[in-house]
């Protein structure tokens, strides 16, 4: 079965903490996605990437960067978190340009940020 | 730029009825358009999607859609209703190039099926 991982479902941080988010697939795939999902404003993409060290921005890149040294993980980083940044983020894996549009996403790590 | 747009913050049906869930798009060339579902607390879930070919796609769960190149609409739509259709309904399109394509979905409908 395919399987997206977030390492955290629930974290609580302080106002100018650095937060990492980290997203594992087990899926060989080649994309994989960072979304912010907001009541009202649906899931908007934050980064995104389509090969190792590979990254490119998606509507909402400030305040946040990526990494991806290895292919089956993909880490979310907040520099310095503000409040502004309480959400839920999902992590999402594909096949490079899937024909079916099936991209498979993890759990989510709802995040607060006090 | 590709967008798609869902008008409504929550549709309430009985269970037993019919049940629609309206998506619109703005794309420039062939529209790919996909649904997905999320229940609660959980993380989304593909149910169909339209590339090419019939006007109508099944999909999971029953689910169906109905493209109409005219109106610019993919609206979600299932015969029957069941509570455990509740959930939250995410409209999408591709956006990007070749290679670099990611999903840009709507704001998404909260469906609420009443027993």
């Known amino acids: 079965d395919v399987k997206v991982t977030q390492s955290s479902r629930y974290l609580v941080k302080r106002t100018g903490e650095k937060v990492f988010l980290e997203c594992v697939q087990d899926?060989?795939?080649?994309?994989m996605f960072w979304y912010r999902q907001d009541p009202g404003l649906g899931l908007r993409l934050i980064y995104f990437?389509?090969?190792?060290?590979?990254?490119e921005k998606g509507d909402i890149p400030e305040g946040y960067s990526v990494s991806r040294e290895k292919k089956e993980r993909f880490s979310l980083i907040l520099e310095s978190a503000s409040t502004n940044q309480t959400s839920m983020y999902l992590c999402?894996?594909?096949?490079?340009?899937?024909?079916?549009?099936?991209?498979?996403f993890g759990e989510g790590s709802r995040l607060t940020v006090l | 730029a590709q967008s798609v747009a869902q008008p409504e913050d929550q549709v309430n049906v009985a269970e037993g009825n019919p049940l629609t869930v309206k998506c619109t798009y703005s794309?420039?060339?062939?529209?790919?358009l996909f649904w997905y579902v999320q229940y609660p607390n959980r993380g989304l879930q593909f149910l169909l999607k339209?590339?090419?070919?019939?006007?109508l796609v099944k999909g999971s769960y029953g689910f169906e859609a109905e493209f109409n190149k005219s109106q610019t609409s993919f609206h979600l739509k299932k015969p029957s209703a069941l509570v455990s259709d509740s959930a939250l309904y995410f409209c999408?399109?591709?956006?990007?190039?070749?290679?670099?394509?990611?999903?840009?979905f709507g704001s998404g409908t909260r469906l609420q099926v009443q027993p």
């Open positions: 999402a894996s594909s096949p490079v340009d899937s024909q079916t549009g099936e991209l498979f």
């Open positions: 990437s389509y090969d190792v060290k590979m990254k």
């Open positions: 899926m060989d795939h080649e994309n």
């Open positions: 794309v420039s060339g062939n529209p790919y």
């Open positions: 339209y590339i090419t070919g019939d006007n």
């Open positions: 999408a399109t591709w956006r990007g190039d070749t290679g670099r394509r990611a999903l840009t």
